[in-house]
């Protein structure tokens, strides 16, 4: 299975994340997973729109160019608005962020964000919220939320929903996905 490791850290010590990190892992058995790429953007002012974004073909096109850093910055400054980040270097919250192919058709219909607190290899012990964006009629669209609640309050707001399903889009666009 193949996955995004996102993690936002607050490097200038402002109380803002200005670091969002995008790490991309293949799970091998028997093995560490293993990291296969890297993509970072930073916000250099605080503003919560990153300035700057590095990372190569991202979107695997075979070329690196424009559209992949306007797609770097898109999923970073989405990922910034959720405030979940670190301070300092820390690598203790991010999201997990995968896709599963139910009907076997090669286009994923599930892309699943999992957030942790903890560290390591992503697994069920730092796993804290979790949330899924479903393509119910298999039309290549996300277009349900389930289980996605950031306050904690048992009802999923229409921010937070929103929020998921630019996640889960923007997240089939880089074609990390096995």
């Known amino acids: ?12 010590g402002n109380g803002r ?16 997973d293993k990291l296969v790429f890297k993509a970072a953007a930073v916000d250099v002012n605080a503003d919560g729109v990153s300035d700057l974004q590095f990372g190569g073909d991202v979107n695997r096109d075979g070329r690196d160019n424009a559209k992949d850093e306007k797609l770097i910055r898109a999923f970073a400054n989405s990922f910034l608005k959720l405030g979940w980040f670190n301070l300092g270097k820390s690598w203790q919250r991010y999201i997990k962020v ?3 192919n139910y009907h076997r058709d090669k286009t994923p219909n599930i892309v ?5 607190e903890g560290t390591g290899t992503p697994r069920n012990q730092t796993l804290i919220y979790k949330a899924s964006v479903h393509d119910t009629d298999n039309d290549g669209t996300l277009d349900s939320v389930v289980y996605f609640d950031l306050e904690d309050e048992t009802i999923v707001s229409r921010k937070e929903e929103e929020w998921a399903k630019f996640m889960g889009r923007t997240f089939l666009k880089f074609k990390w996905y096995s």
């Open 1 to 12: 299975m193949r996955y995004l490791r996102m993690t936002a850290q607050d490097r200038s």
């Open 17 to 32: 994340a200005d670091t969002v990190l995008l790490r991309f892992y293949e799970e091998v058995p028997g093995q560490p």
């Open 98 to 100: 995968f896709a599963e």
């Open 112 to 116: 699943r964000l999992h957030i942790h």
